[in-house]
C-alpha cells in the first residue's frame, strides 16, 4: 500500500514559477515509478511529466522545458518544479505511483487526492 498527499499548488501569475510535491508512505518508495498528471474542469486527465524508479525522467511535449520532475528517494518524495506557467497549465495536479507506470493514468494503482494550480494571466 501507498499513499500520496500533494503539496504545493495555489495561485500564481502567468509567467510565475510553483513546485510541487508529492510525499509517500511505504518503504519501498524507491522501487516505484511516479507520475505527474493533471486535470482540467471538463477536460480528460493527462499525463504531465515521470520518473522511474531509476531516475529516467519523460514529460509531455507541452511542458518540455519549462516544468521539471525530481525525486528525492531519502525523503519518499517527487517534485514537479514547474516554471514560465501559462493560463492554459491551470488545473487539478495529481501524483501516481506504480511500479511499472509510465504515460497512461491506467498503468498507475496509487494516487494522491491532487493540488489545485491557479495560473491568471
Known amino acids: 500500500q501507498v499513499q500520496l498527499v500533494e503539496s504545493g499548488g495555489g495561485l500564481v501569475q502567468a509567467g510565475g514559477s510553483l513546485r510541487l510535491s508529492c510525499a509517500a508512505s511505504g518503504r519501498t518508495f524507491s522501487s516505484y515509478g511516479m507520475g505527474w498528471f493533471r486535470q482540467a474542469p471538463e477536460k480528460e486527465r493527462e499525463f504531465v511529466a515521470g520518473i522511474s524508479w531509476s531516475g529516467s525522467t519523460y514529460c509531455a511535449d507541452f511542458v518540455k522545458g519549462r516544468f521539471t520532475v525530481s525525486r528525492d528517494n531519502a525523503k519518499n518524495t517527487v517534485y514537479l518544479q514547474m516554471d514560465s506557467l501559462k493560463p492554459e497549465d491551470t488545473a487539478v495536479y495529481y501524483c501516481?505511483?506504480?511500479?511499472?507506470?509510465?504515460?497512461?493514468?491506467?498503468?498507475?494503482?496509487?494516487w494522491g487526492q491532487g493540488t489545485q494550480v491557479t495560473v491568471s494571466s
Open positions: 501516481a505511483a506504480d511500479r511499472y507506470g509510465r504515460y497512461f493514468a491506467k498503468e498507475y494503482h496509487y
